[in-house]
Structure formats: C-alpha cells, structure tokens
C-alpha cells in the first residue's frame, strides 16, 4: 500500500498556520507529500525546505487571481496537488490542520482494511475545531464535526474548495464519495491564531469569496454556548507553536446573538432532544 500526503499553501507563515507542524504529523503515514505552493511574500518555502524530509515534493503553482466565486481557487490549487498524487490513497491536510501521534495506527488499519473494498471511496474522521486558544473548542452545527480527508486515488475525484471531495459518478453528474470512519481525529487550529494574524488572512483570501470583508475579527464576538473545555491531550508536535493561554476562552457576555447564532441555538437543542447530528455531510457512510 502506497500513501501520499497533499495540501496547497500560500503565505502560511505571515498568515499564522501551523503549517511546519500539519507537515510532520503527517510524514509518519505517508510515503509522499504533495505541496501546492503559490506565490509567497514570507519564509513559507524555506521553512518546508528545512523540514529536510526527501518525501516532500513541492509544485510551485499560480493563483487565478481573478477567479473570485465561492473559493474555488482553492479548489483548484487542491485538485493540483491531488492530481500529482501516486499513491493508492490520497490523504488532504490542511495547513491548519494536525494529526496526533495516538491516531497513526488507526489511520494505517483504516487504509489497510479498506484498501481491496471498492465500495469505500474514501475515510472520514472526527474534527476538533479549536476557538480562542489550546483550551478551547466549538460545538455547533455550525462547525462540521466529521469529514472526508482520505480519497481513494483511482476514483475521479476532483475539489470545488477547499473543504471537501466530489467523485464523477458519471459524465455529468457529481456526488459526495461513499466513506468509511478513519477511527481518528483531525485537529483543527485556524481559530486559535492570534486575531491580527487571522485578520490578515481574510484581508488575502476575502476577494476570493465574492466578498471583500471589512470588518475585524473579534474572537469574544461569539455564541459563548458553543464554546467547551477540551480535556485531552494535544500533538506534541504543535505544542511550540501554541500562543500563550490560560483557561476556557471567554466570550463577550454581551455579544448579540446574529440569527444563524439563534438558528445553531435551535439546532442544538433538538441534537440533544432527538440523539442526532445536524452538521452538513459532504459524504455518504457505507460503513
């Protein structure tokens, strides 16, 4: 079995992504990394560089910067990385994104008892997105909680963004890939860079969004119910990169609630009620 690893990055060091981390806590999977790598203003190129890892392979790319609908710059630079793929599964990382080192077995059993079963096209794990700091995650429908980040690699799959897989089932119809659960998690730190850094990404990324955001990100502005302790342990891998933090974030008491804000309220609520799950799934679980 031959796994390859890709993502596709941009500024990653200006911007604040854990990027040097998402990297190394992949490397014990994969027997290949795939980097889409666009025009950078910052270190982003030398510090992958200086990683020294001969599985890294680095395709210097160019952002169509006047595609401006609905991220799909993103998933164009993803869909590049894929396509240089050679391995029997393609695993997506997000710069953002980490494993832990306790979920690398799982992720190999899940590829290895999956990998002669056509039926499952892809595997789907568990997310942590953190908020504020460290110590901090949101629960919400607003936050997907599971997604596909392993797509089998001999299947027609292409990216409309940067968050999920479509698999051409036929000519001209497109659907989510059948999955299995990887039995692991995927945490999620693009909320916990600090706010300037991450006022600065919407200011690069905003206009590719059909949007051009003016205004500031405020952590504190925000549905203080979503927010829980995280208890567990995180990769040690990115545990130098954290910014200094202490306790549960804290929301403005006083934050108004927007109406998606009181929509999520609802949502959880009948989540708790019911015993269901209400996030979107952008896959379809076989097994």
Known sequence: MKVSGFTFLRNAQMLGYPFIASIQSILPIVDEFVISLGPCEDETEKMIQDIGDDRIRIIHTQWNENMQTRGFVYGQQKSIALFNCTG?????????????????????????????????????????????????????????????????????????????????????????????????????????????????KIEHVGKYWESAITAEINYADVDGAILKEFRGTHPKVVHNWFPASEGVFKADPHHTLTSRERKHRISLMIEKLLGIDLTKKHYKLVK
Do not use: C
Request: proline share 2%; charged share 25%.
């Open 88 to 200: 029997d599964w393609a695993f997506y990382l997000e710069g953002d994104e980490v494993i832990h080192e306790d979920d690398v077995s799982n992720i190999r059993t899940a590829m290895e008892n999956n990998l002669h079963d056509k039926n499952v096209e892809a595997l789907v794990f568990d997310f942590i997105h953190f908020y504020g700091n460290r110590n901090t995650y949101a629960w919400s429908p607003a936050w997907y909680r599971r997604e596909a980040r392993i797509i089998r690699n001999n299947v027609r799959s292409f990216a409309v963004d940067g968050l999920y897989f479509l698999v051409m089932a036929q000519n001209r119809k497109a659907r989510y890939p059948r999955a299995a659960l990887a039995n692991a998690r995927i945490f999620h730190y693009g909320w916990v860079r600090n706010e300037r850094q991450m006022n600065l």
